[in-house]
């Protein structure tokens, strides 16, 4: 089954610290991966995008196949950073979607 | 321009009530999604319009769930018979084109309160 996990509801770090949101995977085919984020009060947005190999905002995901895992990671977290994080998969068109997980930074 | 916008934006309806949610997706975008997204979780899946078809219905719950795109542009979901369990966020995105590695664009979302 086709199954996006995302193992933290919730990581709370100190403004400066690396992060590292984990995401773990399920797929048959080669998959096709995404990190969406959404601020507060606002809506959901796309961070970044495996097919595409880009860095925004300092957050980078490399795709481990062997291990099935597309980690979010940024070296130094900022306060402006603090968000639900979502990790997507794309099944043809269809987005599977983890929990999502809950960053606080603190100042 | 303009993104997604959807509406209402809060809707609450007695159980049994027929609800009927608006997205506007972004001028020319050929590729128009509903998601479920219930508290504490991720979106699902609900279903797939391209253009005015609709290719794939199969994350819709129940047959209470109906939902259009009668020429292409604007979509409509509408829940017929509500019930508690129905109670969620309906996010709508849109897409330029349908493809692998396509970004969807969200709308705001409509959050539905059966009571």
């Known amino acids: 089954a086709q199954r996006v996990t995302q193992p933290e509801k919730l990581l709370s770090v100190f403004k400066g610290a690396p992060v590292e949101l984990k995401c773990n995977y399920s797929y048959s085919g080669s998959p096709e991966l995404f990190w969406y984020v959404q601020y507060s009060r606002q809506r959901l947005q796309l961070l970044l995008r495996?097919?595409?190999?880009?860095s925004i905002k300092g957050f980078t995901a490399d795709l481990n196949k062997g291990e099935t895992s597309f980690h979010l990671k940024k070296p130094f977290a900022q306060e402006e950073d603090s968000a639900m994080y979502y990790c997507?998969?794309?099944?043809?068109?269809?987005?599977?979607w983890g929990a999502g997980t809950k960053l606080i930074i603190k100042p | 321009g303009a993104g997604v916008s959807q509406s209402p934006r809060y809707k609450v309806a007695k159980r049994g009530q027929d609800v009927a949610l608006r997205c506007d997706p972004i001028?020319?975008?050929?590729?128009l999604f509903w998601y479920q997204q219930a508290l504490g979780q991720g979106p699902e899946f609900l279903t797939y319009?391209?253009?005015?078809?609709?290719?794939?219905k199969s994350g819709l719950p129940s047959d209470r769930f109906f939902a259009e795109r009668p020429e292409g542009s604007v979509s409509t979901l509408k829940i017929q018979r509500t019930q508690q369990e129905d109670s969620a966020v309906y996010l709508c995105?849109?897409?330029?084109?349908?493809?692998?590695?396509?970004?969807?664009?969200f709308g705001p979302g409509t959050r539905l309160t059966v009571t």
């Open positions: 495996h097919i595409s190999r880009e």
């Open positions: 997507a998969l794309d099944s043809n068109y269809q987005l599977i």
């Open positions: 995105a849109s897409s330029l084109v349908t493809g692998v590695g396509y970004e969807q664009y």
């Open positions: 001028s020319g975008h050929v590729s």
């Open positions: 319009f391209q253009n005015e078809a609709q290719l794939d």
